[in-house]
Structure formats: structure tokens, C-alpha cells
């Protein structure tokens, strides 16, 4: 579904992605793992177009996205998620799963005025939709709670409920697990589970290795750039040169 050939990327002087290669099948949990600093983040904000590609290729399910701009990679099926949450903390959670459904007649001033019907039938068929998508993350009891007022868990979750409503098939998450306890992990790893088992495509990058092998089936190890590493969780964590460099 996503293959990324040989990417490299600038800032400036510096070679901050050294032609990384991955590939992750439909219905595939993969992580991304390294240290702070060797371009994890970098190599998602290419993937989505934010930053500029110097050489290689990314494929989504056959088709060359390299080039698009953003707003037409989120259209061609891939979303992602940042490290701060991005809410819309005065607007309740179902108000914010509403926004991110794609191609609303709404947003658009000719139809507002010329085509009222039309926008009340399409705004209810989006409440239904935003409804279903909170009903998965298990929010349906949060749809009229702002966002302000959710635990830090459910914004977590708010904030997958919001990936879900742009209907794409490749989800890239940045650290999507981060500051939550045992017992919070243990209740969200199934929603993450019926993602994969729903066909998404997911790519985490992740620290804690307790996530990553409940969660993934794949990891690549990235380091100075490029990935210096490809196997199973328990294949990389038991590699010696790999544990004096990151696991302990």
C-alpha cells in the first residue's frame, strides 16, 4: 500500500534522510524507531508533502505521490497525526470528527446559497458519519463534551477519531501513545488492532517498546538518517548492535 524508495532529504547542508527505503502492506502495523533526532518525523513530513524530496520515490497503492502538495496526499488516502494533539478545544468531539470529513458541500459559498437542501441533507448524513466514527474509538458517550474537557486519553482518541473521518487508508502517527498509563494503553491497543483489521494501513512512530510489540508486525530501526535495521520487535530489541545503541 505505501512504498517509500530510497528517500533522501535536506535541511540546508545537512542530510537528514539518507536514502530510507520501507514498504508496508495494506492491513500492516509498522513502527518507526531511533533515537530523537535521526529524522523519524522528517520522513513523515515527506511522505505528507510538507517537506521538499531531493531524490527517491513514494508510491501509495501503485501511484506516485512524491510531488503532491498536501492537501492532494490527504485526497489520494494518507493522514497523519502530530506530536501536540491539534484540537479544536472549545468545539465538542463530534463537532471536530465533523470538520475533518472530506469534501463538504458546505464549504463551498455558491452552495450555502443555492443549494440550502442539499446542505441540510449532506450536514445530517455527516452526523451520522461523525457519530459512527466516535462509536469506534469508543467516544459516542463524549459527542457533545469540548474537547478542553476531555481526559488526556480521549483527546488521544479524538484525535484517531479525526483521522478515521478524512477516510484514509494509510494513517501515520506521531507518537500517538505518548504519557498514557498501562491500564489507558490496554483499552486503546484493541482500537488500534481493529484499525489494521479493518484494512488501514498504519505507520507509529513510537518509544516505548511495550507498544510497539503489542502493536506492529514490522519495525525499521532508523539511525543518522537512514534505516539501519528491518525485523520483528523482538528480532531488533535481541540484536546486540542495536541495544548499545538505543535499548539500554
Not at 506492529?216 to 534505516?227: I, W
Request: aromatic fraction near 6%.
Amino acid at each position: 500500500m505505501l512504498q517509500v524508495e530510497k528517500l533522501n532529504q535536506y535541511y540546508g547542508a545537512a542530510h537528514t534522510l539518507r536514502g530510507v527505503s520501507l514498504n508496508v502492506e495494506k492491513g500492516q502495523c509498522v513502527a518507526l524507531l531511533g533515537r530523537n533526532g535521526v529524522g523519524k518525523t522528517t520522513l513523515l513530513k515527506c511522505l505528507m508533502g510538507v517537506l521538499p524530496v531531493a531524490g527517491g520515490k513514494v508510491m501509495l497503492d501503485g501511484r506516485d505521490i512524491t510531488r503532491l502538495k498536501p492537501h492532494d496526499i490527504v485526497r489520494a488516502g494518507v493522514a497523519r497525526s502530530f506530536q501536540d494533539l491539534r484540537l479544536f478545544t472549545k468545539m465538542t468531539a463530534l463537532e471536530n470528527v465533523m470538520v475533518a470529513l472530506p469534501s463538504q458541500a458546505g464549504d463551498r459559498v455558491l452552495d450555502v446559497f443555492f443549494r440550502p437542501t442539499r446542505i441540510r441533507r449532506e450536514e445530517h448524513d455527516n452526523l451520522v458519519r461523525a457519530r459512527t466514527v466516535l462509536d469506534f474509538v469508543g467516544l459516542t458517550h463524549k459527542a457533545y463534551e469540548t474537547a478542553e474537557n476531555l481526559s488526556y486519553a480521549e483527546e488521544k482518541l479524538l484525535v484517531v477519531a479525526r483521522l478515521l473521518a478524512t477516510g484514509a487508508e494509510v494513517l501515520l502517527f506521531d507518537e500517538p501513545l505518548s504519557g498514557l498509563d498501562r491500564s489507558t494503553l490496554a483499552e486503546i491497543f484493541p482500537i488500534v488492532r481493529k484499525l489494521a483489521e479493518n484494512g488501514k494501513t498504519i505507520c507509529i512512530i513510537e518509544h516505548n517498546l511495550d507498544v510497539i510489540k503489542e502493536l506492529c508486525e514490522v519495525v525499521y530501526f532508523l539511525d543518522e538518517g537512514h534505516s539501519m535495521a528491518i525485523g520483528t520487535p523482538s528480532q531488533l530489541i535481541n540484536d546486540p548492535a542495536l541495544a548499545s545503541r538505543y535499548f539500554k
